[in-house]
């Protein structure tokens, strides 16, 4: 008898719970909003925003330090008027395997004559023929937002400092 008391009241308990999913769920943390004022440069969203002006492109020709392990190397010198589609790709005019000497350019590696399979092809595959999806130009633009970024090494000798 006891037992057919308990039913109903458990039945509309849990009822009670499902309506109001606030019951059971803790308080969301409360953060202060993020500006995206950097991005907007103070212009309402409303606005139109003048462009800022097309910042120059580093052409130092010097071999960049890579900021993470496997990051494509970036490209140290100007692209412009280059043509990269279906019918030609200036860059392997420098970097391919029969050039690369005359041009004393650093060929394209070998894992861009690697097919999906892992099968070797006697060009670039056609994966990794548009360079520029992956290897981009430098430019001496301002950040819009603050990078703290740390190179691995970096943190790992300052790790190994604290410790002596």
């Known amino acids: 008898m006891r037992l057919r008391n308990l039913l109903p009241l458990c ?5 009670a719970l499902a309506q ?3 019951a059971m769920a803790p308080a969301a943390p409360v953060r202060e909003p993020q500006s995206i004022d950097a991005l907007r440069r103070g212009i309402p969203l409303d606005q139109e925003a003048k462009p800022l002006p097309i910042p120059r492109i580093e052409n130092f020709d010097l071999k960049r330090k890579r900021a993470y392990p496997d990051q494509p190397p970036t490209i140290p010198h100007s692209t412009d008027g280059y043509q990269i589609d279906k019918n030609s790709n200036r860059c392997l005019l420098c970097h391919s395997r029969a050039n690369f000497d005359t041009f004393q350019a650093p060929m394209v590696s070998v ?4 097919d999906r399979d892992g099968q070797v092809l006697a060009s670039v595959s056609p ?3 548009f360079c520029t999806q992956c290897h981009v130009v430098q430019s001496d633009a301002k950040l819009l937002v603050p990078n703290d970024f740390r190179d691995v090494d970096e943190l790992m000798s300052a790790e ?5």
């Open 111 to 114: 894992t861009h004559f690697l």
């Open 11 to 15: 039945l509309l308990s849990c009822l």
């Open 160 to 164: 190994a400092a604290k410790k002596r």
């Open 20 to 22: 109001d999913p606030s």
């Open 127 to 129: 994966r990794r023929y």
